[in-house]
T-cell receptor, first 113, second 114 residues
Framework: QKEVEQDPGPLSVPEGAIVSLNCTYS??????FMWYRQYSRKGPELLMY????GNKEDGRFTAQVDKSSKYISLFIRDSQPSDSATYLC?????????????FGKGTKLSVKP | EAQVTQNPRYLITVTGKKLTVTCSQN?????MSWYRQDPGLGLRQIYY???????DKGDVPEGYKVSRKEKRNFPLILESPSPNQTSLYFC?????????????FGPGTRLTVT
């Protein structure tokens, strides 16, 4: 079993839809949970991070972590064409004492006008 | 502008010809890292550096070398490139190792080894 599993998609939704992106993981020691967004031909950029369990909201984006189920989610409300990108989940043991982030393979999202 | 720069952006080379991909950041970050991104495999860490003269292996270090002689620079060296090192490479940095959940990525270097 891979440490981090993420459905690669692709996922295509109409503009305005609610998008749900998910990752599962196997290492119960993970404490930091991140979502990175990567536009085509660009490097990833941090979208949100959450420490331990719970929810975090930032504008149209909500990140959820359920450590009991080893499951994390990113919700995008009122999706826009500009949200079209690949979304990567990433995790680390704590802040990355060894600087080691484990990434999912990424989900490619397309939001159609 | 705060940024991570990589050079070259695109490189085609032949098997066995040594090459260096440079990485530089202007944010005074302590932590720097190299990743490769391959279809179906995602982003995987090659090497990282917690500070000057402190480097360590990531998940896929075979065939690569790094050095950290200055805080701002973290070059990736392929002593004898092979076709299985054809990939998209990213350099990243963060303020310090404890904040490596927030990494700033460079634009990427697409390497083809024939």
């Amino acid at each position: 079993q891979k440490e981090v599993e993420q459905d690669p998609g692709p996922l295509s939704v109409p503009e305005g839809a609610i998008v749900s992106l998910n990752c599962t993981y196997s290492n119960s020691a993970f404490q930091y949970f991140m979502w990175y967004r990567q536009y085509s031909r660009k490097g990833p950029e941090l979208l949100m991070y959450t420490y331990s369990s719970g929810n975090k909201e930032d504008g149209r984006f909500t990140a959820q972590v359920d450590k009991s189920s080893k499951y994390i989610s990113l919700f995008i409300r009122d999706s826009q064409p500009s949200d079209s990108a690949t979304y990567l989940c990433a995790m680390s043991v704590w802040g990355g004492s060894q600087g080691n982030l484990i990434f999912g393979k990424g989900t490619k999202l397309s939001v159609k006008p | 502008e705060a940024q991570v720069t990589q050079n070259p952006r695109y490189l085609i080379t032949v098997t066995g010809k040594k090459l260096t991909v440079t990485c530089s950041q202007n944010m005074n970050h302590e932590y720097m890292s190299w990743y490769r991104q391959d279809p179906g495999l995602g982003l995987r860490q090659i090497y990282y550096s917690m500070n000057v003269e402190v480097t360590d292996k990531g998940d896929v270090p075979e065939g690569y070398k790094v050095s950290r002689k200055e805080k701002r620079n973290f070059p990736l060296i392929l002593e004898s490139p092979s076709p299985n090192q054809t990939s998209l490479y990213f350099c990243a940095s963060s303020l310090w190792g404890g904040s490596s959940y927030e990494q700033y990525f460079g634009p990427g270097t697409r390497l083809t080894v024939t």
